[in-house]
């Protein structure tokens, strides 16, 4: 049989088309070693329905794509298709929300139940048509990336990265975050990583991990072993990682050529990972790894509990009087299943419960020393001066002086004029929240 495996982008969803999640490959290989055909399609809710060749259809769904996918998957069913939805949006029991709306829901998954749910679907015992909808669960967190992940890292567009896991899991718990395996870490062997790396077309991977470089022993043999393959690898790691002198040498030595580093905000409030924030300690660290010849990107987040309207011009000034080549930042965003949402459901705190707009750009909740309103125009003021032409060219030009005209600087200024360009466009498409108004209607809530 045929399964096509689909990825409905939103509307102010870009990322999506740049970085394919590695679940897709994943269900992809799982399917063809069990002897099925498998397509991986990314596409808009409008290009879906005629995208769709096979009588089997998988979707993996994040929160400001769940809408979208639920319309696309009543069509696809009253089409004769079995729909199987999973994804980060049923993560955490929002598995009663997909009800009555596709065949089978999955809130977690491991090859062995994908296996038994693709024997089921031939045998004929999930068909199309029927009004129930199948639930399934990992609960025993046996998920693991398939051995001969590798048959998938050239399966992308010319414009897309390669996204090589390396772990699994995340130990910490940040409220606004709901990881998969939580409080668990499961490294990925390091010959079977290599095996990828050594397989991919092209210069350029992202190590997609929650926390890149948490065991160092495995990371700093992982670097040596990656070294010879002089590839340009991109990753997501913790300040408390790249304060690691040692570790930061062999990430360079390896070929990391860029990593992004989670500083989420400058106020005392909000200690991640329990550690203490010191701004100078913050800026010699982004300095070390700026000399090592590692492009460095900078997350926040804006719109805590512990952020007052001076949170805007804080983090824009930090970005401009540190060497961070770039800043990422977004809005609070309570993603369902999370603690933060839970909190703030109770507080009557959350002002839109239309998924769509969980888009990291759109207020969806009433912050605590922010009106809605000052929270969206000092966002947007915030993105209009980060990412304006101006600083643009103060950043490149700085990369330019330390990195010589190199990978490095083509890698930034790129990335940079992408923002300028989509980002802000995507920015100043949301809509402006009326204070303490929930003027959308619900989706529907578990
Ligand atoms: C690494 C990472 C990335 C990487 C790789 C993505 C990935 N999925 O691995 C990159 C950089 C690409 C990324 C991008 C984004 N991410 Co991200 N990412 C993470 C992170 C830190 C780890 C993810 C991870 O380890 N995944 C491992 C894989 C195996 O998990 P999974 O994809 O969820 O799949 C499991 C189940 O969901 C299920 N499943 C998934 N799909 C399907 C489909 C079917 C049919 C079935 C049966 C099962 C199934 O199977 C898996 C095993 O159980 C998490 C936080 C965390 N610790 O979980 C955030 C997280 C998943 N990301 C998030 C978001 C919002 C994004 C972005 C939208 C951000 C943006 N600004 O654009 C993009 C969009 C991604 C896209 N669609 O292209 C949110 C999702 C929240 C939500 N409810 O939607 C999370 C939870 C973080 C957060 N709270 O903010 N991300
Ligand atoms: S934000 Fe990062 S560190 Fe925090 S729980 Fe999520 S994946 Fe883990």
Avoid at 79 to 85: P, R
Wanted: aromatic content about 8%; overall charge neutral; proline content about 5%.
């Amino acid at each position: 049989m045929d399964i096509d495996i689909l990825s409905i982008n939103n509307r102010r969803f870009c990322m999506t088309s740049l970085l394919r999640p590695p679940i897709l490959n994943t269900l992809r290989i799982w399917s063809e070693n069990q002897g099925w055909g498998a397509r991986i399609i990314t596409v808009s809710e409008k290009e879906a329905l005629a995208s769709v060749r096979a009588p089997v259809v998988a979707m993996s769904v994040y929160t400001p794509s769940a809408p979208a996918s639920y319309r696309v998957a009543e069509k696809l069913r009253t089409h004769g298709k079995i729909v199987i939805m999973g994804g980060p949006h049923f993560r955490g029991g929002m598995s009663a929300e997909a009800m009555g709306r596709c065949d089978v829901v999955a809130e977690s998954i491991s090859e062995h139940k994908w296996g038994h749910l693709l024997d089921d679907i031939e045998a004929g015992r999930i068909a199309p048509g029927a009004h129930s909808t199948h639930k399934l669960i990992d609960p025993e967190d046996n998920f693991r990336y398939p051995a001969d992940y590798r048959r998938s890292v050239n399966d992308r567009s010319w414009y897309q990265l390669a996204t090589i896991p390396t772990s699994l899991g995340c130990p910490y718990g940040c409220e606004f975050c709901d990881p998969l395996m939580k409080g668990k870490y499961v490294d990925r062997g390091i010959d079977v990583i290599i095996d990828d790396l050594a397989e991919m077309k092209g210069g350029v991977a992202l190590f997609c991990d929650a926390t890149f470089g948490l065991n160092k022993k495995y990371t700093m043999e992982l670097m040596e072993a990656a070294a010879p393959l002089r590839k340009n690898i991109l990753v997501e790691t913790s300040i408390a990682r790249v304060a690691d002198k040692e570790l930061v040498a062999a990430m360079a030595r390896g070929g990391v050529k860029a990593l992004e580093v989670g500083i989420e905000t400058l106020s005392e409030g909000l200690n991640k990972h329990g550690s203490k924030k010191n701004h100078q300690k913050m800026m010699d660290t982004i300095a070390m790894v700026h000399d090592h010849g590692i492009l460095i990107q900078g997350n926040f987040i804006l719109g805590l509990d512990c952020d007052g309207p001076e949170c805007f011009d804080k983090a824009y000034e930090f970005y401009i009087k540190s060497r961070l080549d770039f800043i990422y930042a977004n809005l609070l965003t309570p993603f369902p299943a999370t603690t933060l949402y839970r909190r703030l459901k109770e507080e009557e705190r959350i002002i839109d419960h239309n998924w769509e707009n969980y888009d990291f750009a759109t207020v969806v909740h009433r912050p605590k020393n922010l009106s809605p309103d000052q929270l969206h125009d000092g966002y947007h003021q915030f993105c209009a001066a980060a990412y304006g032409m101006g600083n643009i060219a103060r950043k490149v030009t700085r990369a330019g002086l330390d990195f010589g005209l190199g990978k490095q600087t083509a890698l930034m200024a790129l990335y940079h004029l992408y923002y300028h360009r989509v980002v802000g466009k995507m920015i100043s498409s949301a809509p402006r929240r009326k204070p303490g108004l929930a003027f959308l209607e619900p989706v529907s809530e578990s």
